[in-house]
């Protein structure tokens, strides 16, 4: 590493820690979602493999896990393999699920989170769906941050899954399709999401320059606040957590007013 490298790496050093010395802990969001975009254009630039770009993103996770640990973050949602997936080609599929997998059983040994899944588990293959089952269940007593892995998850899909989930829930109970109707309203749905219980993004943080959501919490992000950021995920580093959580700070929330 020359001179001038190490100048940039001192100055970075300097400057996040300016960042984080300004830093609003009051105004920290609760609820982050993070779609981590970018992955395979950074491998390109770097002249990697697809594969090797979801390695680095996945090694991306628990660092930037670790820099909510430091503040007062509660619940993190990380959109891992989204529903369109399924539809790329095998040779980048199978690595992609494997890696993700491997995700998923990292975060569960860590001891520091408690992972939840939130997805359709039906069309992950059974391997996923053992490894979602066991991380769950050893991590349900952890009292750290709640992680949502978002695994063969649409958007779409889960609000369509959740009026399912709900009318099949009158349906058990005996209940006629016009008292399901007369029932039915916002809070009715949102007990049925996957998210049920938790708390709405309040920051939906977004790599790789990308300005659109792509179907990610439809539901829960109505009053959300959304920062993109032009890194590539693998690049993602802790200044630019801080300038999110920055610049949510000196947003004033208006929650569709």
């Given amino acids: 590493m020359n001179l001038r490298d190490n100048l ?12 984080e010395g300004h830093l609003d802990h009051d105004q920290v969001p609760k609820h982050i979602g993070v779609i981590m975009d970018g992955n395979r254009r950074w491998a390109k630039a770097a002249g990697s493999t697809a ?3 979801h390695r680095a993103g996945a090694d991306k996770i628990e660092e930037f896990l670790g820099w909510c640990s430091e503040t ?3 619940v993190v949602t990380l959109w891992l393999l989204s529903t369109d997936n399924f539809d790329r080609p095998e040779d980048e599929l199978v690595p992609l699920l494997g890696i993700v997998e491997g995700v998923v059983r990292t975060l569960a ?6 992972v939840h899944h939130v997805g359709t588990p039906d069309i992950l293959p059974s391997q996923m769906q ?19 892995v978002a695994i063969g998850y649409g958007g779409r899909q889960e609000i369509a899954d959740a009026v ?14 016009e008292d399901v109707a007369e029932s039915v309203d916002i809070d009715l749905i949102g007990k049925h999401l996957y998210t049920s219980a938790q708390p709405d993004p309040d920051l939906v943080i977004r790599t790789s320059g990308e300005q659109r959501l792509s179907g990610f919490m439809l539901w829960q992000t109505a009053h959300s606040e959304y920062y993109f950021c032009e890194v590539f995920w693998p690049a993602f580093r802790k200044v630019d957590f801080l300038r999110a959580l ?3 700070a000196a947003r004033h929330r208006r929650y569709g007013g």
């Avoid at 066991?134 to 009292?143: H, L, P, Y």
């Avoid at 399912?164 to 399709?177: N, Y």
């Fill in 8 to 19: 940039r790496r001192l100055l970075l050093r300097f400057y996040t820690r300016r960042v």
């Fill in 130 to 148: 053992t490894a979602l089952k066991e991380a769950e269940e050893a991590t349900a007593q952890v009292d750290g941050i709640l992680v949502n």
């Fill in 109 to 114: 040994a860590d001891g520091r989170w408690r």
């Fill in 246 to 248: 920055r610049d949510y």
């Fill in 164 to 177: 399912r989930s709900m009318l099949l829930d009158a349906a058990d109970k005996g209940s006629s399709i």
């Fill in 51 to 53: 594969a090797q770009g």
């Fill in 72 to 74: 007062d973050v509660e």
